[in-house]
T-cell receptor, first 110, second 112 residues
Framework: KQEVTQIPAALSVPEGENLVLNCSFT??????LQWFRQDPGKGLTSLLL?????REQTSGRLNASLDKSSGRSTLYIAASQPGDSATYLC?????????FGKGTMLLVSP | DGGITQSPKYLFRKEGQNVTLSCEQN?????MYWYRQDPGQGLRLIYY???????QKGDIAEGYSVSREKKESFPLTVTSAQKNPTAFYLC???????????FGQGTRLTVV
């Protein structure tokens, strides 16, 4: 059974720092990996989708990488802002469904 | 606007009652999913459907039921058999498996 782990569970940084969120998964037979953002009490917003044949995706200040062989993905956030404060979730897609990690709660202070 | 609509946003239920959560999408997506989110546990899959009139159990289907009579609708019923129903419920859809998933804004169910 696929298991997804996110490290760290929580992270607090001052505004302007570059930071890295980590995601690891146990079964490398995935179709894609998706990073989501969740604000308190809200649904999930898709940030980046990396297909299994891709190594990375970029959107603005966000860059996500995927190493299937080692079962790892990282989400890099450049020049963090207070508006980036949220929980970030990693999910991998197997045959039919997504398996989620428990998330990293990020707080960016002014 | 295209998207996924969950209603209601907040729902209160008395113990022993069944309650139905609505999920509608106008994205023309084939696949729809229901997840439950509890503090510290991440999202867990309840049921999913890849095509109309067909659905499969996820990891925690006991005490829940679904139907998929229309492509755009995937309602979830929380039955009295669900022992701990208080949670945040999220509905999602995708064009098919292996493609980007989109989520609704969630329904918070509280048993009183």
């Amino acid at each position: 059974k696929q298991e997804v782990t996110q490290i760290p569970a929580a992270l607090s940084v001052p505004e302007g720092e570059n930071l890295v969120l980590n995601c690891s998964f146990t079964d490398s037979a995935i179709y894609n990996l998706q990073w989501f953002r969740q604000d308190p009490g809200k649904g999930l917003t898709s940030l980046l989708l990396i297909q299994s044949s891709q190594r990375e995706q970029t959107s603005g200040r966000l860059n996500a990488s995927l190493d299937k062989s080692s079962g790892r993905s990282t989400l890099y956030i450049a020049a963090s802002q207070p508006g980036d404060s949220a929980t970030y979730l990693c999910a991998v897609e197997g045959r039919s469904t997504l398996t989620f990690g428990k998330g990293t709660m990020l707080l960016v202070s002014p | 606007d295209g998207g996924i609509t969950q209603s209601p946003k907040y729902l209160f239920r008395k113990e022993g009652q069944n309650v139905t959560l609505s999920c509608e999408q106008n994205l023309n997506h084939d696949a729809m999913y229901w997840y439950r989110q509890d503090p510290g546990q991440g999202l867990r899959l309840i049921y999913y459907s890849q095509i109309v009139n067909d659905f499969q159990k996820g990891d925690i289907a006991e005490g829940y039921s679904v139907s998929r009579e229309k492509k755009e609708s995937f309602p979830l019923t929380v039955t009295s058999a669900q022992k701990n129903p208080t949670a945040f419920y999220l509905c999602a859809s995708s064009m098919s498996g292996q493609i980007e998933a989109f989520f609704g804004q969630g329904t918070r169910l509280t048993v009183v």
